[in-house]
C-alpha cells in the first residue's frame, strides 16, 4: 500500500509539538510493516534542511487569488528517517525559521496543500491513502473530491487525524478564489459557523478521521471549539487510536542525549546518576524529590497553575522538595515562574524556552512528572517519562486517562481529576509519601517501565482504518 501523511510538522525537521513526534515515528513503523511511505511537509529554514542533502523531484508554480508562487519538490536523499521525506518549498512563503505564528499562515498553508496535490497528480502512480494531519491539511480532502484540477485523486480515500481540535485554522470567505476551480453548489461544505474552516472541511470530506485518543474521541463530542455536533455527526466513521512512542529514539538503554544510560536491570543508579547531573546545572538538591513539567506554558496545558501550585507544593513542604520547569509559551506565566527564583533558590529552578537534550535529561532524571492539562488529546510526554521511570502525575483527561493508572489503584501513576491549584499541590504530597517509600516507590516505576507503548499496535490500528475506507470505494 503506498501512503502519504502530509503534515505540518515532523521530528526531527521541524517540531513544535507532539504532532511531529507523531508523524516523525508512525510512517516508519508503517514502512518497517512492508508499505510504501511518503511524507510530505513544508520546507521550512530548519538546521535539519541545512544539514541534510536533498535533490529536487519536481518544480512548478501555483495560483493563490491574485499571486503566484513557484515551488520545489526536494526529496531527502537517503530516506535517513526510515522512510522517504519531501519538502515542499515554496520560498517567499515558508523560507522562516518558526513553523507557526506568522500573520499569512493561511496563505502559507492553503499554497501548501496546493502545491503538494499539483505534485501528486503529476506523478505516474497515484497513492492509495492520504493521511492528512491537522488542521494545515484539513483542505485536501475536499479539493481532491470538488476541484476540477485533481480528478485523478477522486477515488483516493483521505483520513484526517486530529491531534488537536481546538486549532482549527479559519479564514473568511473573502479568500475563496484562493481554492483552485470547483463547482460553487459545493461551497457550503467549506462553512461553519460563517466563515471556512479547515478542520471541519477536511472532518466532512475525509472518509475516515482518527483522533489520537479512544477517550479524546468521547471529549470532542461535549467539548470541541465550537465543532461538537460536527463530531458527534461523524462518529459514525470516527475512531479513537491511542498514539505510540518511537521506542528507538526513546530508549533509556540507548539515548545518546543522556549522561549515563541505564535500563530496568539498573535503573535506580542511573537515574541518580541523571538526577545528579541535572540538579547541578540547575543548582538543586539530588537527594529530594525532583517534580518537572516539560511542555508549552498555556492554559491548554494547565501551565497557568504552574506558579501558584509551585509556590503553594514549595511552602507546604519548605526545602524538602524541588521543581524544574522547562517550557515557554505565554510571556506572562513564563514572568511568574522566573519571578518564584527570587524566594525558592536551591529548590526551584526554571529553563524558560525547549531544548531536546535537556528534555531528554530530564526524563531521565526526574522523578515525577507534572502534567495538569486541561485538554490532552493523547500527551507523549506522559509516555516519555513512563519509559524512563519517572512518575507522571496527570489530569484524567483525554489520552492521559488511557495511559496513566493511579497507583492507588494499583497503577504505574498519580492521578487526579480537576485542573486545579489544589489538586496538583494535594497530589505533589501523595508523591512526596510515596517518594519515601523506596520499595513502592521502584515497583511503581518498573511497572512504568515496562508498559509497551511502541508504535507496532497503532501503527496495524491505521492500516486497519486505511484498509476500511479503500474497500468503501
Given at each position: 500500500?503506498?501512503?502519504?501523511?502530509?503534515?505540518?510538522?515532523?521530528?526531527?525537521?521541524?517540531?513544535?509539538?507532539?504532532?511531529?513526534?507523531?508523524?516523525?515515528?508512525?510512517?516508519?513503523?508503517?514502512?518497517?510493516?512492508?508499505?510504501?511511505?511518503?511524507?510530505?511537509?513544508?520546507?521550512?529554514?530548519?538546521?535539519?534542511?541545512?544539514?541534510?542533502?536533498?535533490?529536487?523531484?519536481?518544480w512548478g508554480s501555483i495560483q493563490l487569488g491574485n499571486f503566484n508562487f513557484p515551488f520545489s519538490v526536494l526529496k531527502e536523499k537517503t530516506d535517513k528517517l526510515g522512510f522517504e521525506l519531501y519538502l515542499m518549498e515554496i520560498p517567499e512563503l515558508f523560507d522562516r525559521k518558526d513553523v507557526y505564528g506568522y500573520e499569512d499562515d493561511i496563505e502559507r498553508f492553503v499554497s501548501f496543500q496546493i502545491a503538494t496535490l499539483d505534485w501528486i497528480i503529476g506523478r505516474e502512480t497515484m497513492p492509495d491513502v492520504i493521511n492528512c494531519h491537522d488542521h494545515h491539511t484539513g483542505l485536501i480532502p475536499f479539493m481532491m473530491q470538488y476541484c476540477h484540477k485533481y480528478h485523478k485523486l477522486f477515488n483516493t480515500p483521505s483520513m484526517i487525524t486530529i491531534h488537536n481540535g481546538l486549532y482549527q485554522g479559519k479564514f473568511s470567505f473573502e479568500k475563496l478564489n484562493y481554492?483552485?476551480?470547483?463547482?460553487?453548489?459545493?461551497?457550503?461544505?467549506?462553512?461553519?459557523?460563517?466563515?471556512?474552516?479547515?478542520?471541519?472541511?477536511?472532518?466532512?470530506?475525509?472518509?475516515?478521521?482518527?483522533?489520537?485518543?479512544?477517550?479524546?474521541?468521547?471529549?470532542?463530542?461535549?467539548?470541541?471549539?465550537?465543532?461538537?455536533?460536527?463530531?458527534?455527526?461523524?462518529?459514525?466513521?470516527?475512531?479513537?487510536?491511542?498514539?505510540?512512542?518511537?521506542?528507538?529514539?526513546?530508549?533509556?538503554?540507548?539515548?545518546?542525549?543522556?549522561?549515563?544510560?541505564?535500563?530496568?536491570?539498573?535503573?535506580?543508579?542511573g537515574k541518580q546518576q541523571n538526577k545528579e547531573i541535572l540538579c547541578t546545572l540547575f543548582n538543586l538538591d539530588p537527594a529530594k524529590p525532583l517534580f518537572s513539567f516539560i511542555g508549552r506554558l498555556w492554559d491548554e496545558k494547565g501551565g497557568d497553575l504552574l506558579p501558584q501550585a509551585s509556590a503553594l507544593a514549595l511552602s507546604e513542604n519548605y526545602k524538602e522538595i524541588n521543581i524544574l520547569i522547562l517550557g515557554s509559551g505565554n510571556a506572562h506565566i513564563e514572568n511568574q515562574l522566573n519571578s518564584l527564583l527570587v524566594d525558592y533558590k536551591g529548590?526551584?529552578?526554571?529553563?524558560?524556552?525547549?531544548?531536546?537534550?535537556?528534555a531528554h535529561l530530564i526524563?531521565?532524571?526526574?522523578?515525577?512528572?507534572?502534567?495538569?492539562?486541561?485538554?490532552?488529546?493523547?500527551?507523549?510526554?506522559?509516555?516519555?517519562?513512563?519509559?524512563?521511570?519517572?512518575?507522571?502525575?496527570?489530569?484524567?483527561?483525554?489520552?492521559?486517562?488511557?495511559?496513566?493508572?493511579?497507583?492507588?489503584?494499583?497503577?504505574?501513576?498519580?492521578?487526579?481529576?480537576?485542573?486545579?491549584?489544589?489538586?496538583?499541590?494535594?497530589?505533589?504530597?501523595?508523591?512526596?509519601?510515596?517518594?519515601?517509600?523506596?520499595?513502592?516507590?521502584?515497583?511503581?516505576?518498573?511497572?512504568?517501565?515496562?508498559?509497551?507503548?511502541?508504535?507496532?499496535?497503532?501503527?496495524?490500528?491505521?492500516?486497519?482504518?486505511?484498509?476500511?475506507?479503500?474497500?468503501k470505494i
Open positions: 500500500m503506498e501512503i502519504f501523511h502530509i503534515s505540518a510538522e515532523c521530528y526531527p525537521v521541524a517540531k513544535v509539538g507532539g504532532l511531529a513526534d507523531v508523524v516523525g515515528a508512525l510512517p516508519k513503523y508503517q514502512n518497517n510493516a512492508g508499505h510504501q511511505l511518503r511524507v510530505v511537509m513544508p520546507c521550512y529554514e530548519t538546521k535539519f534542511r541545512n544539514e541534510n542533502d536533498f535533490e529536487c523531484v519536481h481554492f483552485p476551480e470547483f463547482d460553487l453548489s459545493h461551497v457550503k461544505i467549506l462553512e461553519w459557523d460563517n466563515c471556512i474552516n479547515s478542520l471541519a472541511v477536511g472532518v466532512k470530506c475525509a472518509a475516515a478521521v482518527t483522533t489520537v485518543s479512544p477517550s479524546y474521541l468521547n471529549e470532542i463530542n461535549y467539548s470541541a471549539n465550537g465543532l461538537e455536533s460536527l463530531f458527534n455527526l461523524v462518529r459514525y466513521k470516527s475512531k479513537g487510536i491511542l498514539n505510540g512512542i518511537d521506542v528507538q529514539v526513546w530508549d533509556p538503554a540507548k539515548d545518546k542525549m543522556l549522561e549515563k544510560n541505564y535500563s530496568i536491570s539498573n535503573f535506580e543508579k529548590n526551584y529552578n526554571t529553563f524558560i524556552g525547549y531544548n531536546e537534550e535537556l526524563y531521565a532524571g526526574a522523578d515525577f512528572l507534572l502534567m495538569p492539562s486541561r485538554v490532552e488529546p493523547c500527551g507523549l510526554n506522559q509516555m516519555y517519562s513512563l519509559r524512563y521511570g519517572t512518575i507522571p502525575i496527570v489530569r484524567r483527561t483525554g489520552g492521559l486517562k488511557d495511559t496513566v493508572i493511579d497507583f492507588g489503584d494499583d497503577g504505574n501513576g498519580i492521578c487526579h481529576d480537576q485542573s486545579s491549584v489544589g489538586d496538583i499541590c494535594y497530589s505533589i504530597q501523595r508523591a512526596v509519601s510515596l517518594y519515601k517509600d523506596k520499595e513502592h516507590l521502584n515497583q511503581i516505576r518498573k511497572k512504568g517501565m515496562i508498559t509497551d507503548h511502541s508504535w507496532e499496535k497503532a501503527s496495524q490500528e491505521y492500516i486497519e482504518m486505511y484498509n476500511l475506507i479503500l474497500n
